[in-house]
């Protein structure tokens, strides 16, 4: 049971009372410690567990460019902008002396996703997109931090279908992604924490660049031999 009493003690603020400005502080500066804990541990621990996983995906997205493809992203909401964030890094190469690689963001085109998603219903928006423009030898890569996204999942079957190499990036216990056929690779970041598993999904592309352009660079060093920071 609450009274009146206890719920003003909970809540300050609605009866006229101004919170200890200290006490908000020292709780936001542990909330703040904790969450970075956390982010730092969540990554640290899906790179332990996945690195041979994240080089097989590497080796698939170089095999795409190697023999002429192209690379399509999808994603909804914050997953949508990092689709966008992929695709990016590989047009436009932030390291000097990396070329540009083809890669398309489906989630680009407002006109094509409304009309599809008006006309046919919202799980066809990425489907149709990789039927108009998806060959044999592309890649897909679809982002989803529950891995239960049905349009992804349409795209995905589809691009099966076609002979696309298919990677998904997916959160919690990677859904129907981490279990469908259609996926030649998934990658999961273990946690419930939707927050971790976009910042550690940051992380797994921003390395899988590096690593595909370090495969298609027979004139380069090892890994390791640029500075990620040149030519920013």
């Known amino acids: 049971m609450t009274g009146p009493g206890t ?6 603020f609605l009866h006229g009372r101004k919170q200890d400005d200290e006490a908000v502080q020292a709780g936001l500066l542990e909330s703040l410690r904790q969450k970075a804990e956390h982010s730092v541990e969540t990554k640290r621990r899906f790179f332990e567990d996945n690195a041979e996983a994240v080089v097989a995906v590497a080796r698939s997205i ?3 460019y190697r023999n002429k493809g192209r690379l399509f992203t999808m994603g909804n909401g914050g997953s949508s902008c990092d689709a966008a964030h992929i695709a990016v890094e590989f ?13 398309e963001n489906l989630t680009a ?3 094509v996703m409304t009309a599809v998603g008006n006309d046919l219903g919202f799980e066809h928006v990425y489907l149709r997109q990789i039927v108009a ?29 076609i002979g696309l190499t298919t990677i998904g990036l997916a959160g919690m216990e990677g859904g129907a992604m981490a279990h ?3 996926l030649d690779h998934c990658l999961v970041v273990r946690t419930d924490s939707i927050h971790r598993i976009q910042e550690c999904h940051v992380a797994i592309y921003h390395i899988l ?19 990620d920071e040149a030519g920013r």
């Not at 719920?7 to 300050?12: I, R, T």
């Not at 595909?212 to 500075?227: C, E, F, I, K, Q």
């Open 91 to 103: 047009q436009h190469p932030v390291t000097a002396g990396r070329p540009a690689l083809p890669a």
């Open 109 to 111: 085109d407002v006109a």
């Open 180 to 182: 469908s056929p259609s």
């Open 7 to 12: 719920l003003e003690s909970l809540y300050p």
């Open 209 to 227: 660049w590096d690593l595909v352009h370090t495969l298609l660079a027979d004139d380069r060093g090892g890994l390791g031999s640029d500075d």
């Open 133 to 161: 423009h998806g060959r044999p030898g592309d890649g897909l890569i679809g982002v989803s931090t529950s891995g239960n996204s049905a349009n992804l999942m349409a795209a995905f079957d589809k691009a099966r279908e």
């Open 62 to 64: 170089a095999a795409v």
